[in-house]
C-alpha cells in the first residue's frame, strides 16, 4: 500500500485496469449481492429526496420498500446500505429499453434533472473504501460479475484509478487526485507498474 495524503491506497488500484462494460455485464452490479450498496449517514438525505423525485421512475416493488422500510437498512456488519427489493435488487435499479439495468439517480443526474449523485460506493467501485487504524484505505474489490469490466480495462490498458478519476476527485478533492498521479509515475519508474 501507498500512502497519500491521509488514505493508504492498495497497489492493485494502480497496477489493475477496469472500465465498465454495460453492454457485457448489464448492470448487474445493482441487482446481485447479498446487500445494498454501502452508504453514509451525509448520503441518506439525499437519498430520500431522490426517491420522491424518481418516484415515477421506481419499480412498483421498489416504491413499496420505501414506503415500508425507507431507502436504506442496516447490513449484518451495521453499515447503512440502500434498501433492496427481494434480498437483491437496489430499490434505485431500473431497467432500460434493452433490459440493461441503471441506477435512476445516475440518469437522472446525467440527465440533468437533479444534482443528487449516485452514492460514493457505487461511482468508486471496484475501489472499497475502509478505516485501517484511522486512516482510509482503499482496496481493490474483485466479482466475478465485472469479469467483462476487467477484459474491456486490459484491452484499453485503463488502470482502475485512472477510471476513478471523477470519484475519486469527489471523494478526496483534486489535490489528492493530483498527489495519485505524481505516485502512479513514481511507481511506474520503479517498476511497480508494466
Not at 63 to 68: A, H, K, P, Q, S
Not at 100 to 108: E, G, H, N, P, Q
Not at 160 to 181: H, M, N, T
Request: charged content about 30%; glycine content about 8%; overall charge negative.
Amino acid at each position: 500500500m501507498v500512502e497519500i495524503q491521509d488514505t493508504l491506497v492498495s497497489l492493485d488500484v494502480f497496477k489493475e485496469c477496469f472500465c465498465c462494460d454495460l453492454a457485457q455485464c448489464h448492470g448487474q452490479c445493482c441487482v446481485e449481492g447479498d446487500a445494498g450498496a454501502p452508504v453514509s449517514k451525509d448520503e441518506i438525505g439525499d437519498l430520500e429526496e431522490a426517491a420522491e423525485l424518481l418516484e415515477g421512475e421506481l419499480t412498483e416493488e421498489a416504491r413499496r420498500v420505501i414506503r415500508d422500510e425507507g431507502v436504506v437498512s442496516i447490513d449484518r456488519d451495521g453499515e447503512f446500505v440502500t434498501s433492496v427489493v427481494h434480498d437483491r435488487d437496489c430499490v434505485f435499479a431500473v431497467q432500460d429499453e434493452g433490459g440493461t439495468t441503471l441506477c435512476a439517480i445516475d440518469r437522472a443526474h446525467r440527465e440533468g434533472r437533479t444534482p443528487i449523485e449516485k452514492p460514493l460506493s457505487c461511482a468508486l467501485y471496484p475501489i472499497r473504501i475502509s478505516d485501517v487504524g484511522g486512516l482510509t484505505a482503499l482496496n481493490y474489490h474483485r466479482w466475478d460479475v465485472c469479469h467483462s469490466a476487467c477484459q474491456l480495462g486490459r484491452q484499453l490498458q485503463l488502470p482502475v484509478y485512472k477510471f476513478l478519476k471523477e470519484p475519486l476527485i469527489r471523494a478526496f478533492g483534486q489535490s489528492w487526485w493530483d498527489e495519485c498521479e505524481l505516485v502512479a509515475g513514481e511507481l511506474k519508474k520503479a517498476g511497480y507498474l508494466d
